[in-house]
């Protein structure tokens, strides 16, 4: 039995939003998260959640389609524009072991936001509170009180990333 909401979502992750309707037969316009175009076109048992509305639903997925940056989803219960039009605005969430598999040195955002960085030293950094993607690597944006770091997301910059544990080790760099 689900006590609160944080147990539905415990062991689940957002993996896009419902932005809008589309169509008379209760498909909705998708805006993902993700860059990982499977992880889209695979979603099978999903939960809909509305921070706002504080409603949730549990739906299955009928179909999946791409149309530019956006997907078109269709759920087998909602058959109406306006069933539709309930569940806009409602991120949707999967659970976790469905997203694949990773190696070794790679990380999903999720796992990287909020970890403590260190220095060499010992010396604390900051919380990582996001990451830039640049195209040529990620960048770390931590944040320590007022004070704002941004680390290069490569070998030579970021040590050991301990995923379970929260932390990351840096070398110190002669800039700062």
Excluded: Q
Excluded at 6 to 18: E, P, T
Excluded at 38 to 51: K, P, S
Excluded at 85 to 100: A, R, S, T
């Amino acid at each position: 039995m689900i006590r609160t909401l944080k147990d539905l979502l415990n062991d689940r992750i957002a993996v896009g939003k419902i932005v809008n309707t589309h169509g008379l037969k209760g498909e909705v316009k998708f805006y993902p998260y993700t860059n990982l175009e499977h992880v889209v076109r695979n979603l099978t048992n999903v939960v809909l959640f509305n921070v706002e509305k504080k409603l949730f639903y549990n739906l299955d997925v009928e179909s999946v389609r791409k149309a530019n940056k956006f997907f078109l989803i269709k759920f087998r219960t909602v058959n109406t524009i306006e069933e539709a039009e309930k569940i806009k605005g409602c991120e949707v969430y999967i659970k976790y072991e469905e997203l694949p598999s990773l190696k070794e040195d790679e990380y999903y955002f999720f796992e990287i936001l909020d970890c403590e960085v260190s220095y060499e030293s010992g010396e604390v950094v900051g919380k990582v509170v996001d990451i830039l993607e640049t195209g040529a690597n990620d960048v770390l944006v931590i944040k320590k009180g007022k004070r704002e770091t941004l680390i290069p997301m490569t070998k030579d910059h970021v040590l050991k990333i301990d995923k379970k544990g929260k932390k990351i080790i840096v070398k110190n760099v002669e800039w700062l």
